[in-house]
């Protein structure tokens, strides 16, 4: 008994779908994350610019540092940084420029995010989202060979020809 009818339908353009589609996820979720973080407001009041990020991640900071063993240094640290790491880590891993390296960086941002949430008191349902997008990243790692729809697969396939 064979099993032609799935085996031979479309190659391997399943991983390199799967690929594009984990791929995108994760930088559209690291890109919007910081995003938000320059957003104030809500609705129609809603502004995106400098001068929100602070009244955005300040907060953020002290909760850490009031409800976790963390240093309130390097809370602040943490948040005066995160909301610029995110969006270029996004951008990078969205488009597919040495894409392993792009999907370390966002597995390397996801874990220093559930670092931080785990050091606070109740962290059951972030943390779980947290190791999620942990394993979202895995799976777009493993499926990088098949990265045909990435800025990588593209200029390979223009060297090769």
Request: a positive charge; aromatic letters at 14%; hydrophobic letters at 55%.
């Given at each position: 008994m064979s099993d032609s009818s799935s085996s031979n339908c479309c190659g391997n353009s399943g991983?390199?779908?799967a690929h594009l589609l984990l791929r995108l996820w994760v930088g559209m979720?690291?890109?919007?994350?910081?995003?938000?973080?320059?957003?104030?407001?809500n609705g129609a009041?809603?502004?995106?610019?400098?001068?929100n990020y602070p009244k955005k991640t300040e907060?953020?900071?002290?909760?850490?540092?009031?409800?976790?063993?963390?240093?309130?240094?390097?809370?602040?640290?943490?948040?005066?940084?995160?909301?610029?790491?995110l969006i270029p880590?996004?951008?990078?891993?969205?488009?597919?420029?040495c894409t392993e390296f792009g999907l370390l960086?966002?597995?390397?941002?996801?874990?220093?995010?559930?670092?931080?949430l785990a050091a606070l008191p109740d962290d059951t349902e972030v943390v779980t989202n947290i190791g999620l997008s942990v394993l979202i990243v895995a799976a777009a790692?493993?499926?990088?060979?098949?990265?045909?729809?990435?800025?990588?697969?593209?200029?390979?396939?223009?060297?090769?020809?």
């Open positions: 991983y390199a779908f979720r690291l890109f919007m994350a910081g995003l938000d973080k320059f957003r104030w407001g009041t809603t502004t995106f610019g400098l001068e907060p953020l900071a002290k909760l850490m540092a009031d409800n976790s063993f963390l240093p309130e240094a390097a809370c602040k640290g943490f948040a005066a940084s995160i909301g610029y790491v880590v996004g951008i990078w891993v969205a488009i597919g420029i960086a966002a597995g390397l941002v996801f874990l220093a995010l559930g670092f931080g790692l493993v499926t990088s060979k098949a990265k045909t729809f990435s800025l990588d697969g593209i200029l390979a396939r223009k060297k090769s020809a």
